[in-house]
């Protein structure tokens, strides 16, 4: 995602009031990385795996600090786990942001296995989910994805789908 | 070293302006008979109290946070100590009550730490932990943990402790409460002790 793009992404969180970007890097989203880290309005965690991301976003909204959980959507499968126990055993909402590897036209083999799975994983947890790709749309996405978290307690996600990310090298 | 033994001590130290969180296993219904109130959340997660406990502990600097983790729920998820060591919150300790087994599992199966050749608090160093420690004993336990919270560095103490879970707990002290309750009455107390609103009735942007 280039950097233009981004500051809307980091424009949204902030005017949703959040505090935490949590994140484990990917090639779709570079620029929200890049962008969270070096705004001094937000707090950026780096993690070594999904689950963990997202349980310490849970922690940090569950006291009060509004958080998000930024990565490639094949990190759904990693977080399979702490997000189904944080979502349908304690209630407890992570908003995610993902790019959407393995969209009609993925160019890389490795990344349609990410689109195939994506959807179906959201589905089994009843997580709704915003698909987009235009630049309008990007601000007002992200402030209702956090804003539903708070109302239903319960985990959400916006999908970043072409031309908003990148594909990569 | 049995756990409840430990705990009791830690109940003695723990204050109302602290917060534990614990993993999923015997110390919830055990922690709970110590330590009704509020302050304590009882996530129900697998091998992620600890990092559940960053994400508290970070939110919530000026608040000791302590997370109550087995040795079954760090292997799960050793990256997690790596992510706690780059953080580096000074307000948070990790106290690792390992029996060597997964005590849940029919026939308790040994867990890694079991086979001696292996060191939690050996890799909780390795990964950034500036505060660590192992103890075997409940007075070194009590000694440890009467310091290591305010101490003004991440800690992580690996207790060895027996398999067992302690069964003689009061009636008026059995954890009866499910997950989304454990959450409001942890969510609340979190409100009402920062003064602050989490999840107001009607959510505004």
């Excluded at chain 1, 990917?26 to 997202?54: C, H, Q």
């Excluded at chain 2, 330590?35 to 304590?40: A, D, R, V």
């Excluded at chain 2, 000074?90 to 050749?117: F, K, M, Q």
Aim: charged share 20%; aromatic share 6%; net charge negative.
């Amino acid at each position: 995602m280039e950097p233009r793009l981004a500051s809307l992404v980091l424009q949204g969180l902030k005017e949703a009031h959040v505090k935490f970007v949590v994140g484990l890097p990917d090639s779709m989203l570079a620029g929200v990385y890049a962008a969270a880290e070096k705004d001094p309005e937000i707090r950026y965690v780096g993690v070594t795996n999904e689950a963990e991301g997202a349980s310490i976003a849970a922690g940090a909204w569950i006291t009060g600090g509004r958080s998000v959980l930024v990565m490639e959507n094949s990190g759904l499968r990693a977080a399979c786990e702490a997000l189904s126990r944080l979502g349908l055993v304690n209630g407890i909402p992570v908003t995610m942001l993902m790019g959407y590897r393995g969209d009609l036209g993925e160019r890389f083999h490795w990344g349609v296995n990410h689109g195939i799975t994506m959807e179906p994983i959201l589905n089994a947890l009843r997580i709704p989910y915003w698909i987009i790709d235009r630049e309008d749309q990007i601000i007002p996405a992200v402030k209702r994805a956090v804003l539903h978290g708070i109302s239903s307690l319960y985990h959400n996600a916006v999908i970043f789908r072409t031309p908003l990310v990148d594909e990569g090298k | 070293m049995k756990r409840y033994e430990l705990l009791k001590e830690l109940a003695k130290l723990v204050t109302d302006q602290d917060l534990v969180i614990t993993s999923i296993g015997g110390v919830k219904p055990e922690w709970y008979s110590l330590m009704p109130g509020n302050g304590t959340m009882f996530a129900d997660l697998l091998g992620c109290a600890t990092p559940f406990s960053l994400g508290v502990a970070l939110n919530l600097p000026h608040r000791r946070v302590i997370a109550l983790d087995t040795d079954g729920g760090m292997l799960f998820n050793l990256g997690a100590l790596c992510t706690v060591g780059k953080e580096a919150p000074p307000n948070l300790t990790i106290i690792v009550l390992d029996n060597e087994r997964y005590e849940g599992v029919v026939g308790s199966p040994a867990t890694h730490t079991a086979s001696g050749r292996m060191d939690l608090e050996r890799i909780a160093a390795a990964a950034g932990i500036s505060s660590t420690g192992t103890v075997k004993t409940t007075e070194n336990f009590a000694a440890l943990a009467a310091t290591m919270p305010s101490d003004g560095q991440t800690g992580l103490m690996v207790a060895k402790i027996e398999p067992g879970i302690f069964r003689d707990v009061p009636p008026d002290r059995v954890k009866e409460s499910d997950g989304i309750e454990d959450k409001y009455r942890f969510m609340r107390h979190i409100e009402q002790l920062e003064k602050i609103s989490i999840r107001p009735r009607y959510a505004r942007e």
